[in-house]
Structure formats: C-alpha cells, structure tokens
C-alpha cells in the first residue's frame, strides 16, 4: 500500500518532506490547530480566542498583531477559511474565529489602544516599497520589525490601495482601516503619497537615493473585461474603476438609464 500510495499521492508525500506541509490536514505531528495551519497568514486564532475567553483583551490584540499588520481588514473581509476547517463544528458549529478577531479590533478602536511595536535592532539598510496597498504595507511593517530603514511610495493621495479605493465602506468603514494603517506608520515605516513610479521617481532615483533593495507591490487595479464587442465604448464603466471614482469622492458619470452586467 506504501508504494501505491506513494505512486498516486506523490505530491502530497513531497509537501510533507519539503515543506512541513499535510494538505488533508490529519498528521498531528505537522498539524496542531487547523485553522491555524489553514490560515494564510499563521494566524494563532487557538491563542487569542482562549485570551478573550478570560477577558484579556491587550493581550489577545498584541497575539493578532504579531503575525497581521490588517487585522480590522481580516476581522471584517477575510473569506475566514480558518471556520471550515474548524473542529468545533463536528460538535455543532465553527467558533466564529473572523467575527472574534473584528470584536477585538472594535474594542481596540474605541479603547484607541494600540499594540506595542516591537522593533529589532535598527540595520543601516534602506528599503523603498513602490505601493501602499496591503501587499505594500504588509511587506513596509515586518520590514520596519526587522531594522530596516521603510520607505512606501505611492502614486495615489490615499493609502490602503484596493482596500481604501476598491472595497465599499459599508463592507470596511475608513476610520476601522485608518486605524491598522496608523499603526504602521506610528511603528516607524515613512509615506510618500503621491508619487508614481514612471512619473514621479524612477527605479534608477531609487539606488541613487541610497535604497538597497526595491519591492514593487503595485496592486490588481484593473478590472475582469468580457472581451466583447462594444466593451470600451463611452457609457460603459468597469466596476472596479467606479468603485475607485466613488471611493476617491469623485462623480461618476451615470447618465438617465444605467444598465448592470453581472
Ligand atoms: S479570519 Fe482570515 S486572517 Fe483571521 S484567522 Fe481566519 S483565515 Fe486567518
């Protein structure tokens, strides 16, 4: 059976070797907690639920902020895998791991409590980050922990990318992603607004400033296109483009009859 195994799961026997990987999520030895594993971003969900079982709200926070620089994002938008694979369920249902992680960042907010940076010893290096999207601000915060000195430029007047200009507010309010965005600023990570790459500053500035490496995290701007006939004609607006018209405050221009593909 070994050998049989090994001929038609051949991939999964790698996982497991290379990568500490067990996709079926059942090797004990690999796999502590589930929705920790299953989480992209190691989240310790186990952790901080047990904190805010017994009221330790600072502490089930700083818990989520060790391993999530978004966390009001993920507690109000994540696609929350960590609940289907959660072992509570054979009991009845998942542990709301998504609302619980929201639950702590509203209290946050409101308390204005802001988890400790934890900063290590600063290196002489400079890094620039083209783009302040989550990609962006994710790669400039755990930069920033390491010692590097963390520039982010971006092209637009507003941080957070997609998730300011793409995202509607009623699904993620401004205040509740201001308040992650400032906690990275605050941990020492500097901002260019407004600056494009190709208009602004070029790569080449970048090196000639002193930047020793370059991460380019420019973003998923662009809408799906249906590859259709008539499809770039005037009128016809795609929707990512007038999420980020109507999030940047701007007008759309809509006409008398709006037709809605999709
Ligand atoms: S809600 Fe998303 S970020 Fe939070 S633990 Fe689950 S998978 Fe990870």
């Excluded at 620089?69 to 960590?82: D, I, M, Q, S, Y």
């Amino acid at each position: 059976p070994v050998l049989s195994t090994m001929r038609y799961f051949q991939e999964e026997y790698e996982d497991h070797i290379k990568y500490k990987k067990c996709s079926a999520l059942v090797c004990k030895e690999i796999v502590s907690s589930p929705c920790q594993y299953i989480c992209p971003i190691d989240q310790e969900a186990s952790v901080y639920i047990a904190l805010i079982a017994i009221g330790k709200f600072e502490e089930a926070l700083n818990i989520i902020r060790k391993d999530n620089p978004l966390p009001t994002v993920c507690g109000r938008v994540c696609h929350h895998p960590c609940e289907t694979v959660c072992t509570a369920a054979e009991m009845g249902e998942p542990i709301a791991i998504r609302a619980l992680k929201r639950f702590i960042m509203d209290w946050a907010i409101e308390k204005g409590y802001q988890s400790p940076s934890r900063q290590k010893k600063q290196k002489k290096y400079k890094v620039a980050v083209i783009g302040a999207g989550p990609a962006g601000l994710a790669a400039g915060y755990y930069l920033n922990r390491k010692g590097y000195k963390v520039a982010v430029f971006e092209s637009l007047p507003v941080l957070g990318g997609m998730l300011t200009v793409g995202i509607p507010k009623h699904r993620l309010p401004k205040k509740t992603l201001n308040f992650d965005i400032e906690h990275i600023i605050k941990s020492g990570v500097a901002i260019k607004t407004n600056k494009a790459l190709g208009k602004d500053f070029s790569i080449d500035d970048l090196f000639k400033e002193g930047y020793k490496a370059i991460f380019i995290a420019i973003g998923a701007h662009k809408s799906m296109k249906l590859n259709i006939p008539g499809e770039n004609a005037n009128g016809v607006i795609h929707a990512l483009d007038l999420l980020k018209t109507v999030n940047l405050g701007k007008k759309a221009e809509l006409g008398e009859n709006v037709g809605i593909v999709g």
